[in-house]
C-alpha cells in the first residue's frame, strides 16, 4: 500500500523557490508526525525538516533553515516544503515519510515515500 507520494519537484534557478507536496491517508496525516529527507547522488539520505502531528512543532536542518518552511493543511491531507533562495547544493531526491514520533521522523524512522527530484542550476 502506497500511504506517501511525493510531488512538486522540478528544475529551478538558484534563488527560485518550489513547493513540494506529500500527499497521505487520513489516518497518517491526524497521528503521525511528518518529514522531508533529501538524498543527493553518491550521498547518504538526510534531514531536512519535520512537523509534528498537531502542526505545533517543526524541527529543520541548519542547512536550510530560514529558507525552507514546512507545513500542513489538514483538509488536503497535505504536508507542504515551501523551498526558497534554493541553491545547487539543495540538488536531490526528496522524500517524505511518517512516524507516530516526532523525535522518530526526525532520526529518520518509519514510513516512506517514493521521492520527488529537486534540481537547481546554477
Known amino acids: 500500500q502506497v500511504q506517501l507520494v511525493e510531488s512538486g519537484g522540478g528544475l529551478e534557478q538558484a534563488g527560485g523557490s518550489l513547493r513540494l507536496s506529500c500527499a497521505a491517508s487520513r489516518h497518517i496525516f491526524s497521528n503521525y508526525a511528518m518529514g522531508w529527507f533529501r538524498q543527493a547522488p553518491g550521498k547518504e539520505r538526510e534531514f531536512v525538516a519535520a512537523?509534528?502531528?498537531?502542526?505545533?512543532?517543526?524541527h529543520y536542518a541548519d542547512s536550510v533553515k530560514d529558507r525552507f518552511t514546512i507545513s500542513k493543511v489538514n483538509a488536503k491531507n497535505t504536508v507542504y516544503l515551501q523551498m526558497h533562495s534554493l541553491k545547487p547544493e539543495d540538488t536531490a531526491v526528496y522524500y517524505c515519510?511518517?512516524?507516530?514520533?516526532?523525535?522518530?521522523?526526525?532520526?529518520?524512522?518509519?514510513?516512506w515515500g517514493q521521492g520527488t527530484q529537486v534540481t537547481v542550476s546554477s
Open positions: 512537523i509534528s502531528a498537531s502542526g505545533g512543532s517543526a
Open positions: 515519510a511518517a512516524d507516530p514520533r516526532f523525535s522518530s521522523v526526525v532520526a529518520g524512522f518509519g514510513s
